[in-house]
């Protein structure tokens, strides 16, 4: 009887959504949902890998790729994979594969939520009303600025950025973008404007990063880029915590260089309580949520099994990351 492959999941995922690969590998999985796998069990289980489903979370680098000789797929449960060496697993004839498309209108949503929440002080206000602060109505309590007519500039304008773009059009925003090359399709159908990095930083009202992470883009977000923006500006970024230096942002916040920051992402993560970005009350602070909802999150799984499957079973699969 020939030996099925043997495939390691890094997290717990839906049991439902590894059919494909159930039906010909022997699966193993890491059993906790929040707590990552350690790096000693991960490379353990790569030496003895054929496929590997990976979080954000899992560094797979040249000395883990050196020390699994039968893998070959990784799958990683998010459009990124700054965590993985491509270069490094392409040498090695390793296939990496990522889930972009399906998570584009759910991270769409929690990024436009995010700007609405920080723009119109939601978790302030909610805060407030918890905490027994609420006596009476002023014309001025908790009063947070518009989204509707405003600038709207999008730093990333792929199809997480374009779906941004598409509901800022339901507020009558005047959108902005900033991108490695022309989307003519968003300009076209959504009215986008093409601008230059240093433009977008002036004349936005709302600035939203959702660029990948790079060479090019990590700490992007410096002192002097926050100086150019508006005093009134909001800073959103639901892409890479690393695209920002989180010092320069906190001393723009406090200083009252920007008006406020909504963040999906940090540089590092988790973050603890203590973190001096939320001492501050103009800024919304989320777990990581950008692509997660239950429909979506499942969707994914789903992708990220039948990329592994197909790769083990020879065939090409569906969402390939090229070198």
């Known amino acids: 009887m020939t030996k099925k492959p043997y495939v390691f999941i890094t997290r717990k995922v839906p049991d439902e959504t590894l059919a494909p690969l159930k039906e010909i590998a022997e699966i193993h999985s890491w059993t906790e949902e929040e707590i990552p796998v350690p790096r000693e069990t991960l490379l353990e289980e790569a030496k003895k890998a054929d496929g590997l489903f990976t979080m954000l979370s899992d560094k797979i680098d040249t000395k883990l790729l050196d020390h699994a000789p039968n893998l070959k797929v990784v799958a990683n449960l998010a459009v990124g994979y700054d965590n993985i060496d491509i270069a490094a697993a392409t040498e090695k004839g390793v296939v990496v594969c990522n889930t972009p498309d399906v998570l584009t209108d759910t991270t769409a ?77 968003a300009e076209k159908q959504l009215g986008a404007k093409y601008v230059s990095f240093h433009t977008l930083l002036e004349q936005s009202d709302y600035i939203v990063c959702l660029a990948p992470l790079t060479k090019e883009t990590e700490n992007l977000f410096t002192s002097e880029v926050f100086h150019k923006m508006k005093r009134s500006a ?80 020879g065939k090409k699969p569906e969402t390939v990351v090229e070198a």
Request: proline share 3%.
């Open 109 to 185: 949503d929690l990024t436009f939520a995010l700007l609405m929440a920080t723009a119109r002080r939601i978790v302030e206000a909610a805060d407030y009303v918890k905490e027994g602060k609420w006596q009476n109505w002023a014309p001025l309590l908790m009063a947070g600025s518009d989204i509707h007519h405003k600038t709207i500039g999008i730093v990333g304008m792929g199809r997480i950025g374009s779906a941004v773009a598409k509901r800022a059009t339901g507020f009558d925003m005047n959108i902005l973008y900033y991108n490695r090359s022309r989307n003519e399709t």
């Open 234 to 313: 909001i800073f959103i970024n639901a892409s890479r915590g690393a695209v920002v230096d989180e010092t320069a942002l906190q001393r723009a916040l406090e200083e009252g260089v920007i008006s406020g920051a909504g963040l999906d992402v940090f540089k590092e993560e988790p973050i603890s309580s203590e973190h001096p970005l939320l001492r501050l009350k103009n800024v919304v602070a989320l777990p990581h949520i950008g692509s997660s909802s239950m429909e979506t999150r499942k969707e994914m799984c789903e992708l990220v099994s039948r990329n592994i499957a197909n790769v083990l079973c």
